[in-house]
């Protein structure tokens, strides 16, 4: 019943920024929070930012002060504004939704890449 519509990501220098967006689409949302993972080579896939129905925000210490995730008026899309960009920012970010019942939806991942 939910369906996720992730955009944004792609090349920049180190210090630059992007916009990710990710849309939630259902009949019924039961939203408990959404937000992204992020996967690089060789490493585990790591929660970078969350945002609960309520507004919570959840971001992980390597993006702090840097990174900041929103909504729309709506509470269905969320964008993860990301600034002063740094090489070890770069992977493949998943856009997730967790529902009221604990399942996860994941966005299909957009490369990030900042190069130095």
């Known amino acids: 019943q939910v369906q996720l519509v992730e955009s944004g990501g792609g090349s920049v220098q180190a210090g630059g920024s992007l916009r990710l967006s990710c849309a939630a689409s259902g009949r019924w949302l039961n939203i408990n929070a959404m937000g992204w993972h992020r996967q690089a080579p060789g490493k585990q896939r790591e929660l970078v930012a969350s945002i609960t129905s309520a507004g919570t925000t959840n971001y992980a210490d390597s993006v702090k002060g840097r990174f900041t995730i929103s909504r729309d008026n709506a509470k269905t899309t969320v964008y993860l504004q990301m600034n002063s960009l740094k090489p070890e920012d770069t992977a493949v970010y998943y856009c997730?939704?967790?529902?009221?019942?604990?399942?996860?939806?994941w966005g299909q991942g957009t490369q990030v890449t900042v190069s130095s």
């Open positions: 997730y939704f967790l529902g009221v019942d604990l399942n996860l939806k």
